[in-house]
């Protein structure tokens, strides 16, 4: 197993796995582990490690989403309680647009607002971005999705915890092999960080285009940020006019 996947793991609350302790025989191994005999069969019975069946149910799930339309997609992330922000949120915020867009927007969670309404990027925020694809001729929904790494709103607009974004993936990973976009373009340092892999800053991303799942990827500052930090603005432009060469070059 990686370093990274147990670190991820490990964020997940589901480490130590069970590992042969060093020098031990893999028949000694099962042989030492608890045996309940079942009263009806007789035949011995034999659990495997909570850790590692915590594991192979997160693999599970995410293999049953992988496999889902965009109604039973919809349908189980109303429902899901995998992690505990679904309690303290007043319903999920699952995506808005065109299901078969050639621009993929993505940010990081819902805030108060989005929370409210139930729809990504309203507000004050959501105002400037509509400016911003504006900008660059495009318009919500219209050849535009526009989605968030996680589904639910954390508490205070926290920043999201790695268990949180772990059982969310699966959602946006769906969302994106079920719309097949051209581009997709991440708002934000979290977004960024998230669907890179990377503890990289947003300055150190600008200005190259990234691959999520194969697909084209181009960062810029999430319009949040962006109302707080007025001369950064530039820099967003030039991020998206970036992103519109680029995707002018993809479609040949």
């Not at 007789?42 to 590692?52: F, M, N, V």
């Not at 526009?146 to 915890?161: F, Q, S, Y």
């Not at 947003?202 to 990234?210: E, Y």
Request: aromatic letters at 6%.
């Amino acid at each position: 197993m990686s370093s990274r996947r147990e670190l991820f793991l490990e964020e997940m609350g589901l480490t130590p796995l069970w590992r042969l302790r060093r020098g031990e025989a893999i028949g000694d191994s099962a042989a030492a582990q608890p045996q309940n005999l079942t009263a009806a069969t007789g035949e011995a019975e034999t659990s495997q490690p909570l850790s590692l069946r915590s594991v192979q149910d997160a693999e599970g799930r995410a293999t049953r989403i992988a496999r889902m339309d965009w109604d039973d997609l919809k349908e189980t992330a109303a429902a899901c309680t995998a992690c505990g922000l679904r309690k303290t949120c007043t319903q999920t915020v699952f995506g808005v647009g065109d299901e078969k867009a050639d621009w993929l927007i993505v940010g990081e969670a819902p805030g108060a607002e989005e929370d409210a309404r139930g729809e990504p990027f309203v507000g004050q925020a959501g105002k400037l971005l509509d400016a911003m694809l504006a900008a660059i001729g495009l318009k919500r929904g219209e050849d535009v999705y526009i989605a968030n790494v996680l589904k639910c709103r954390p508490p205070g607009n926290r920043n999201p915890e790695a268990a949180e974004v772990a059982q969310c993936s699966p959602f946006l990973l769906r969302q994106v092999e079920l719309i097949q976009p051209r581009m997709i373009l991440a708002l934000g340092r979290f977004a960024c960080q998230t669907l890179l892999e990377t503890d990289a800053s947003i300055a150190s991303l600008r200005g190259q285009v990234h691959r999520y799942q194969g697909v084209p990827l181009i960062v810029t500052y999430h319009p949040a940020y962006l109302l707080r930090s007025l001369p950064d603005k530039a820099k967003a432009w030039e991020d998206l006019c970036f992103a519109r060469r680029t995707m002018v070059a993809l479609r040949g």
